[in-house]
């Protein structure tokens, strides 16, 4: 039986470049997406005004880029680790 948190807070399969920062960043992806949608669902009930949904979801996305930042993703995407040649 799926269990509460798996329904309400489902997660893709990640199929990318396994990375641990790439892990945790699509695991912030998905909770900004989930969230988002959530604030469009309680706006479009008239339970939050446009202007709450937009400052709430302006929140979200700074707090994703910050994310993006201190994890480094996108920077030198071509640069090896080393165990791979060129």
């Not at 470049?17 to 945790?24: R, S």
């Not at 706006?43 to 700074?62: F, V």
């Not at 994890?71 to 090896?80: A, D, H, V, Y």
Request: include cysteine; hydrophobic fraction near 30%; aromatic fraction near 12%.
């Amino acid at each position: 039986m799926m269990s509460k948190e798996d329904f309400l807070y489902p997660r893709g399969r990640y199929y990318g470049h396994v990375k641990p920062e790439n892990l945790v960043f699509n695991a912030n992806l998905q909770e900004f997406a989930q969230k988002v949608s959530y604030i469009c669902n309680l706006e479009t009930g008239g339970k939050i005004s446009p202007d709450e949904a937009y400052d709430q979801i302006k929140l979200l996305w700074k707090q994703l880029k910050q994310s993006k930042k201190q994890l480094k993703i996108g920077e030198q995407p071509f640069q090896s680790n080393g165990s791979e040649e060129g």
